[in-house]
């Protein structure tokens, strides 16, 4: 009797404990993701420098780690784009989502949104702004006036090749992004903008082409695949389609006569062909299926199998186009999951493996050694993330790898003023040739993807 009446004050301490702890922790949870915020608010740029700075947007960078031949030198520049503000805007729109007491969110949100319009093109959007050229586009006959291009705003391109070359077109990720950020802010503010429909990602579609890009030929064999492309725009097309003629096109880029060459005041679609990145594929799908498009797409059916088949190649989590931090496909397809894409779970079960078996003893996950330094911050935000996503939906994942990797996190923010952020990492590249050294940070984007991540795991504790 004496044994069972000691075991329960035992047990009633434990449990007090560890009930305290809990709550400690949650409310160290809550106070830094609050300081995030603060930071996003704060940081947030609130005035314009013709073409080059820009209201309602945050400070990113656009770096080249290494000499390459046509682009120059190791160097670093400011660069606004669609992508940063509308992800850093989403991120923060479904903070708020999930905690509408957030007030002081509005202002910020409608400043970011009024910014993304900018790189609108119908109900497409663009990378980067329509700015006036740097410069001559064409040796002869250069028209006066000059046409408006897609380019950053600040990192010096000298070439005409390599200015027409970044004059890219609408694509499906910055679509994606865009018009969830129209749906959150019709919902946060009551309006009523129009969405881009299922039917326009459907012109674009990995099906009975005539060109392939050679990155997708070399590393993700898988042609035909009826996933969703990247580029919204008509990709150069062979008589019939011979993986020699992409290749040779390529390898002749600044001849004239090649098809990959890019051409002034045209859009180019890069090296001449369209491609196929899951996590762009995982965008495509988490925007279709939270504004109930889903089930109306043809592309839906071709972007789940291609994903599931990319998983099961060895070293899938390398695979991504334009994404090379090792957990962004992680975080994309949980992402997707999560939005309700039940299709993806035998993806996500591959995924909740991987980060089974690589998460660290401390609780962070890390990239590869030349990705800078590992990125260990940006790996474990995106591992976060997922793994949040992933246990959403029901998937076996531990909340002491969850609480590891807050830990981790906590451990790493920069005091800023009356808020606190964490050092950017790398959250988008270049491209196949340039995806290991044209790369884009944000300190702004990392917090409020850890700010997102830290919201959902005070919702999921409060359950």
């Given at each position: 009797m004496r044994c069972t009446i000691l075991c329960l004050i035992v047990c009633s301490i434990f449990s007090a404990n560890a009930q305290k702890y809990?709550?400690?922790?949650?409310?160290?949870?809550?106070?830094?993701r609050d300081k995030a915020l603060t930071f996003l608010v704060e940081s947030q740029i609130d005035s314009s420098i013709d073409n080059k700075q820009f209201k309602g947007e945050w400070y990113g960078t656009m770096e080249l780690t290494e000499p390459y031949f046509f682009i120059g030198r190791k160097q670093k520049h400011k660069d606004s784009n669609g992508f940063t503000v509308s992800a850093i805007h989403n991120f923060l729109a479904e903070v708020y989502l999930a905690d509408t007491t957030l007030h002081f969110l509005k202002p910020t949100l409608d400043k970011a949104f009024k910014d993304i319009l900018t790189y609108r093109n119908g109900q497409r959007f663009n990378f980067w702004k329509a700015l006036p050229p740097n410069r001559k586009l064409k040796l002869f006959g250069e028209p006066n006036p000059q046409p408006l291009v897609h380019?950053?705003?600040e990192y010096p391109l000298r070439s005409r090749f390599i200015n027409n070359?970044?004059?890219?077109?609408?694509?499906?990720?910055?679509?994606s992004l865009g018009n969830l950020a129209t749906m959150y802010h019709n919902q946060i503010f009551g309006d009523t903008l129009q969405l881009i429909a299922s039917e326009e990602y459907d012109k674009f579609l990995d099906l009975h082409r005539r060109n392939r890009n050679w990155y997708n030929h070399l590393f993700v064999r898988y042609p035909n695949s009826g996933a969703f492309l990247t580029w919204h725009s008509q990709e150069f097309r062979f008589w019939?389609?011979?993986i020699p003629f992409t290749f040779l096109s390529t390898f002749f880029i600044f001849l004239p006569g090649s098809s990959a060459r890019p051409k002034a005041y045209n859009p180019w679609i890069p090296f001449g062909a369209n491609d196929v990145d899951v996590v762009v594929n995982s965008n495509v799908l988490t925007y279709l299926t939270v504004s109930n498009q889903l089930d109306k797409s043809h592309g839906k059916k071709g972007a789940i199998a291609y994903t599931e088949y990319l998983l099961k190649q060895p070293r899938w989590y390398n695979n991504a186009v334009y994404y090379p931090n090792l957990y962004h496909i992680h975080y994309g397809v949980a992402r997707a999951y999560a939005a309700g894409v039940d299709e993806l779970a035998p993806a996500c079960q591959i995924i909740v493996q991987n980060i089974i078996r690589?998460?660290?003893?401390?609780?962070?996950?890390?990239?590869?050694d030349w990705l800078n330094n590992k990125d260990l911050v940006q790996s474990t935000a995106y591992a976060l993330h997922a793994m949040l996503?992933?246990?959403s939906r029901g998937m076996n994942i531990e909340n002491e790898r969850i609480e590891r990797a807050i830990r981790f996190l906590l451990q790493k923010f920069i005091v800023e003023n009356e808020g606190v952020k964490w050092n950017g990492?790398?959250?988008?590249?270049?491209?196949?040739?340039?995806?290991?050294?044209?790369?884009?940070?944000?300190?702004?984007?990392?917090?409020?993807?850890?700010?997102?991540?830290?919201t959902k795991y005070l919702k999921m504790t409060k359950k």
């Open positions: 809990n709550s400690t922790f949650s409310e160290k949870v809550k106070n830094t380019r950053p705003t070359a970044a004059n890219v077109p609408e694509d499906a990720d910055d679509t019939f389609l011979k690589t998460q660290n003893n401390d609780g962070s996950f890390e990239s590869q996503d992933l246990k990492g790398v959250f988008f590249s270049g491209g196949t040739a340039l995806r290991n050294i044209l790369i884009w940070k944000s300190d702004a984007y990392t917090t409020a993807l850890i700010a997102n991540s830290l």
